[in-house]
């Protein structure tokens, strides 16, 4: 069945957004790479592809329900940042208005009856879930550490073993 024009509209500033959320990562992945945080830069690097494969999972969505995509231009994002601690508190407050972005794409879903993307959606949800807590856990062990450099530089080594991984959706 054809997606409706609504939900398409929707789904593609979703897109958009996606590839903003990608866009912030780099800057940040960028910025840390650039003060010698190899680990978190590392982290951010994966959390950039990963955005990209969320984008893709709706393009892919789209043309299977005959949607039409739009990309549109991705504005600017921040370059760069004070400490870790406000970089993750950014990555974390960035994850609740994504989910929030979710939950309204799922409400529409459902006010257009539209069943297939409301299962589709379904992913994404779980997905946000683990994305809050992920930035919540290296918040707190960021908070934990304080200015020691020897917790700093081991958040720093635990950060670099993160690799990319394709979501299993695709
Ligand atoms: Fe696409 O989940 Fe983060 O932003």
Redesign the pocket.
Known sequence: MNIGKKLAEAINEQINA?FW?AYFYLAMANYWEEQGRKGVANWYKVQFRE?QA?AEIFIDYLHNRNGQVCLKPISDVKQSWESLAETFADTLA??QE?TRRIHALYALAEEEKDYATRQMLNWYIA??VE?EANVQEIIDNLNLVGQDGTGILQIDRELGARTFVAPAVK
């Open positions: 996606e959320s955005e969320h960035h994850e994504v997905e946000q994305e």
